[in-house]
T-cell receptor, first 112, second 112 residues
């Protein structure tokens, strides 16, 4: 079974903290993505990566950065968490020639 | 750039009734189309996809969708819904270059 695993299901962090969200896939996929999901707004792409050490900004990259040091792992970093970053974060991966994305279970982040 | 419109934010329906969830897309090039389902507090799971070929696509759990190029639509249908179909449904489009663009989602509420 294909698998995308996010390190935490629920996180509570304080304003100003540096936050790391980790994602690992076991499908040897080239592409990995971080989405943010908010009610009424659907899924919005934060960043994606099409290869190790490569990254591209999505639609809402402000306040976020990413790291991809190994093919299977893609990290989302909130440099200084703010309350407006309280959201559900979804990681996904897809293979070469791209036909569909596989999603992790999501991390619900609350910033207080 | 591509975009996806899901006009209905919520669709209430009685059990065993038919349902249609609407999706329209905008793109200047050929597209791939997807429907995903999200159960509460979970990630997204692929229901079905259109890549090429037959415009009627069958997916899991008895769902199907029809690609209509002239109307730029990809509506999702099920002839008889079950309580367990209660979830949020997302339509998504891709041109094949790595990333998906999602609609804002439709919440399907099935009542007995």
């Amino acid at each position: 079974d294909v698998k995308v695993t996010q390190s935490s299901r629920y996180l509570v962090k304080r304003t100003g903290e540096k936050v790391f969200l980790e994602c690992v896939q076991d499908m040897d996929h080239e592409n990995m993505f971080w989405y943010r999901q908010d009610p009424g707004l659907g899924l919005r792409l934060i960043y994606f990566s099409y290869d190790v050490k490569m990254k591209e900004k999505g639609d809402i990259p402000e306040g976020y950065s990413v790291s991809r040091e190994k093919k299977e792992r893609f990290s989302l970093i909130l440099e200084s968490a703010s309350t407006n970053q309280t959201s559900m974060y979804l990681c996904a991966s897809s293979g070469h020639g791209y036909t569909e994305a596989f999603f992790g279970q999501g991390t619900r982040l609350t910033v207080v | 750039a591509q975009s996806v419109t899901q006009l209905d934010s919520q669709v209430p329906v009685f059990e065993e009734a038919p349902v249609e969830l609407r999706c329209n897309y905008s793109s200047s090039v050929s597209v791939y189309l997807f429907w995903y389902v999200q159960y509460p507090n979970q990630g997204l799971q692929l229901l079905l996809k259109y890549l090429s070929g037959s415009t009627l696509v069958k997916g899991i759990n008895g769902f199907e969708a029809e690609f209509n190029k002239s109307q730029t639509s990809f509506h999702l249908r099920k002839p008889s819904v079950h309580i367990s179909d209660t979830a949020e449904y997302f339509c998504a489009v891709s041109t094949g270059f790595q990333k998906l663009v999602f609609g804002t989602g439709t919440r399907l509420l099935v009542s007995p």
